[in-house]
């Protein structure tokens, strides 16, 4: 029976944790037995232990913390891990530092950013360094930005991401109007996301600004993060404090997002954007920019509307035509979701677990 330690340094609950939750699941009901190592006392140890997923609380104090890789080789050699999935920067340098250190367990990584791998010695080296069997990207455009650094392509593999396609199948669609006091009549633009530079939230109002005078609408900012104050003066100065509402870090979002009319998805930088993918398979229409993997996900009037990065004006359009023009807005809906079908999470755990047997075979 496979036996897969995965790592997340990560404190926050984004795109990721939720991927590292889904393949956990996912495993687990193939007989793959799934240990994750997490930051002690964040998001994901909480996810683990409320979900009842077999974890260990690690400290994850930096590149550097040797107790932590002390930590992880014990782990390794009490349970009889069989492959380390690195699934966040600094657990992918930890892991090769116990590797370094004598915990030749293979180790498979995952890149879920678009930009290419830092031009320092220690990032090309831990991408290249021979334990390093397999990295999993979450998208082709990840793969070809990271490809000139990989001395070895075979090395490479693309999964998607996954998500729940059943996630929202007995939610009430007027959840949301409810939760935020929203008069019937008015329509509901939103984001659901990081507050963080690279999705871009400054467009994301500007785009608002534009739309506000041509119906009754609201624009909803799901999310947290450190671009909140900065945000919120934004929309001060674009004087849309009666329009946007800033709902903070949700639990109910797969009572939420069907409750939308446009998901408005405005990154400058994206790995690939599940969020799109939850919208897809919940019938909301998606109005995104072309940033990194998302046009893998859309394809421009056919599956969503697709403008480019910071281009306000254009995504202002494409939004009030999905929300007039029926026809389109029906054709969109109903493309998607015949597409999302392919990025199942049972679909993304099959294909990481013929990763892990590839690895084992070639021992």
């Known amino acids: 029976m496979m036996r897969i330690l995965h790592l997340s340094s990560e404190t926050s609950w984004r795109g990721g944790e939720q991927q590292l939750a889904y393949l956990m699941q996912?495993?687990?009901?193939?007989?793959?037995?799934?240990?994750?190592?997490?930051k002690i006392n964040f998001a994901l140890e909480a996810y683990c232990r409320t979900n009842r997923l077999n974890y260990f609380s690690l400290e994850f104090a930096g590149e550097w913390d040797l107790k932590t890789v002390h930590s992880i080789i014990k782990i390794c050699k009490e349970q009889s891990i069989d492959i380390i999935h690195a699934h966040s920067a600094h657990s992918h340098t930890l892991a090769v530092l116990?590797?370094?250190?004598?915990?030749?367990?293979?180790?498979?990584?995952?890149?879920?950013?678009?930009?290419?791998?830092?031009?320092?010695?220690?990032?090309?080296?831990?991408?290249?360094?021979?334990?390093?069997?397999?990295i999993i990207c979450v998208s082709q455009?990840?793969?070809?930005?990271?490809?000139?650094?990989?001395?070895?392509?075979?090395?490479?593999?693309?999964?998607?991401?996954?998500?729940?396609?059943?996630?929202?199948?007995?939610?009430?669609?007027?959840?949301?109007?409810?939760?935020?006091?929203?008069?019937n009549e008015e329509k509901?633009?939103?984001?659901?996301?990081?507050?963080?530079?690279?999705?871009?939230?400054?467009?994301?109002?500007?785009?608002a600004r534009l739309i506000a005078d041509a119906l009754p609408?609201?624009?909803?900012?799901?999310?947290?993060?450190?671009?909140?104050?900065l945000i919120e003066a934004r929309i001060r100065d674009l004087k849309l404090q009666d329009k946007v509402i800033m709902a903070g870090f949700r639990n109910d979002i797969e009572m939420i997002l069907p409750g939308l009319d446009v998901l408005l998805f405005t990154s400058e930088m994206e790995g690939l954007g599940s969020t799109i993918l939850d919208a897809m398979a919940c019938n909301v229409p998606?109005?995104?920019?072309?940033?990194?993997?998302?046009?893998?996900?859309?394809?421009?009037?056919?599956?969503?509307m697709l403008a480019a990065?910071?281009?306000?004006?254009?995504?202002?359009?494409?939004?009030?035509?999905?929300?007039?023009d029926a026809d389109l807005r029906k054709s969109i809906i109903a493309n998607a979701k015949q597409?999302?079908?392919?990025?199942?999470?049972?679909?993304?755990?099959?294909?990481?677990?013929?990763v892990y047997k590839e690895i084992l075979q070639a021992k």
Request: proline residues 3%; aromatic residues 10%.
């Open 286 to 304: 998606v109005v995104a920019t072309a940033a990194g993997g998302i046009p893998e996900i859309i394809v421009h009037q056919k599956t969503g």
């Open 309 to 324: 990065v910071k281009d306000s004006k254009q995504l202002a359009t494409y939004v009030l035509k999905l929300l007039t």
């Open 188 to 207: 509901v633009i939103g984001n659901i996301a990081a507050l963080a530079p690279h999705k871009d939230y400054l467009t994301f109002l500007e785009t």
């Open 217 to 229: 609408c609201r624009f909803l900012i799901v999310g947290e993060g450190g671009m909140r104050q």
């Open 141 to 183: 455009m990840i793969h070809k930005v990271i490809a000139p650094r990989i001395k070895n392509p075979k090395r490479i593999i693309t999964i998607y991401d996954g998500i729940d396609l059943k996630r929202c199948h007995n939610s009430d669609r007027n959840y949301l109007k409810k939760e935020f006091f929203i008069a």
């Open 26 to 38: 996912e495993l687990n009901k193939i007989n793959v037995i799934s240990f994750a190592g997490v």
């Open 98 to 134: 116990g590797s370094l250190w004598g915990n030749k367990k293979p180790i498979v990584v995952s890149r879920r950013v678009d930009f290419p791998i830092n031009n320092n010695f220690l990032s090309g080296f831990k991408y290249n360094y021979r334990g390093v069997k397999k």
């Open 339 to 354: 597409r999302v079908n392919s990025f199942s999470k049972e679909v993304m755990a099959e294909k990481t677990m013929d």
